[in-house]
């Protein structure tokens, strides 16, 4: 597609509920990226997916939050049993993943989570 | 700490004047990258510069790295009103960032 796309771009849910947040990359990019932004805070890495490689989870700040690639294309973010703490713009981002060190992320929009 | 640090924490200028903001790190570094944020385009990369690079242009961005002092700075000429967004830099590729420099661009 023409940029890394994410969805829902809101979702409001209930402290206790499981949700499901969605990344689709940009065709061919073969690395992912989930972030997390809070409000008013930096940006905080959560998970990484490279190929076909274990990902690196060291990230993820407790065992609610998962994450999974399918196909090497899209991912989906599973927060479970949700708390208020976990309000915040969960961000995507993917790139080329051709070896080289650091390469250019492109970042989608987000999806804004708010937990009651 | 793995983020770079961003100072000014915010900065405001004139339409057309130059913006000047400066990053510190901890880490040794392979390259060091900058990233831009406002509500409109969302997060976008700047410009990476490489461990044995001193300086780097892009258009109207001009970046320094001295890795001596684990320093870079990011400099903007002849701001615009669409400079105004939040500029972080990132010293490594599992992206965290500060809280940034917040610059405002007056017309």
């Known amino acids: 597609g023409a940029g890394v796309s994410q969805s829902p771009s809101n979702k409001v849910t209930e402290k206790g509920k499981d949700v499901e947040l969605r990344c689709d990359p940009i065709?061919?990019?073969?690395?992912l990226y989930w972030y997390r932004q809070s409000l008013g805070q930096g940006l905080e890495f959560l998970i990484y997916?490279?190929?076909?490689?274990?990902?690196?989870k060291s990230g993820l700040p407790s065992d609610r939050f998962s994450a999974e690639r399918t196909g090497g294309s899209v991912s989906t973010l599973t927060i479970q049993r949700t708390q208020q703490e976990d309000s915040a713009v969960y961000l995507c981002?993917?790139?080329?993943?051709?070896?080289?060190?650091?390469?250019?992320?492109?970042f989608g929009p987000g999806t804004r989570l708010l937990v009651l | 700490s793995q983020q770079g640090e961003e100072d000014p924490q915010a900065l405001s200028i004139q339409e057309g004047e130059n913006a000047t903001m400066n990053c510190s790190y901890k880490?040794?570094?392979?390259?060091l990258q900058w990233y831009r944020q406002n509500s409109g385009r969302g997060l976008v990369h700047l410009i990476l510069?490489?461990?044995?690079?001193r300086e780097k242009h892009s258009g109207r961005l001009r970046v320094t790295l001295d890795t001596s002092k684990k320093s870079s700075s990011l400099l903007i000429t002849a701001s615009r009103a669409a400079d105004t967004a939040s500029y972080f830099c990132?010293?490594?590729?599992?992206?965290?960032f500060g809280a940034g420099t917040t610059v405002t661009v007056r017309a």
């Open positions: 981002a993917s790139s080329l993943g051709d070896g080289r060190r650091s390469e250019t992320q492109y």
């Open positions: 990132a010293p490594r590729r599992k992206l965290s």
């Open positions: 997916f490279q190929g076909n490689s274990a990902p690196d």
């Open positions: 880490t040794s570094i392979n390259n």
């Open positions: 065709s061919g990019h073969t690395a």
């Open positions: 510069i490489r461990s044995n690079e």
